[in-house]
């Protein structure tokens, strides 16, 4: 009997666990109410600047390398080293600039919720009715 729910505990324990989803999460005012991998991917690289509405668009990015982090970045199918080049080298050109990067989902929310245009990326339970969600990585 012991051995049962020793073997029990073990299969458990190797079962993986499902990814917790991250929202792309959008100023309340934004017109646009979707994003796409590809349409995400060409914000988080700076090639689309702005809504469809003509608004700038606003990235916050977080600094760590926290979990949301690198799901959005596989979503875009990018590497971090990769967009830091490519950031680097649109700052360095004056096509535009680096996406603002914040220390916790806290303060990107709160600066989503507060700057006009923005864009930004959290887990979904840490989501309120301050932002539009735009599209949920799951």
Do not use: C
Not at 25 to 43: F, G, N, R, T, W
Not at 73 to 94: A, D
Not at 115 to 128: F, H, K, L, N
């Amino acid at each position: 009997m012991i051995r049962h729910v020793i073997l029990l505990l073990l299969s458990l324990s190797t079962v993986p666990q499902a990814k917790e989803p991250v929202v792309i999460i959008a100023h309340k005012q934004v017109a646009d109410d979707s994003v796409s991998a590809a349409d995400l991917e060409k914000i988080f690289t700076i090639g689309r600047q702005r809504w469809k509405n003509g608004q700038k668009i606003v990235v916050y990015n977080l600094k760590s390398d926290a979990p949301s982090k690198s799901r959005v970045y596989k979503y875009i199918h990018k590497k971090p080293l990769e967009l830091r080049k490519t950031w680097l080298r649109i700052q360095l050109t004056g096509e535009g600039k680096a996406p603002i990067a914040v220390k916790t989902e806290a303060e990107l929310l709160s600066k989503v919720s507060s700057t006009p245009g923005a864009i930004g990326y959290i887990r979904a339970e840490s989501v309120d009715a301050s932002v539009k969600i735009l599209a949920t990585i799951r």
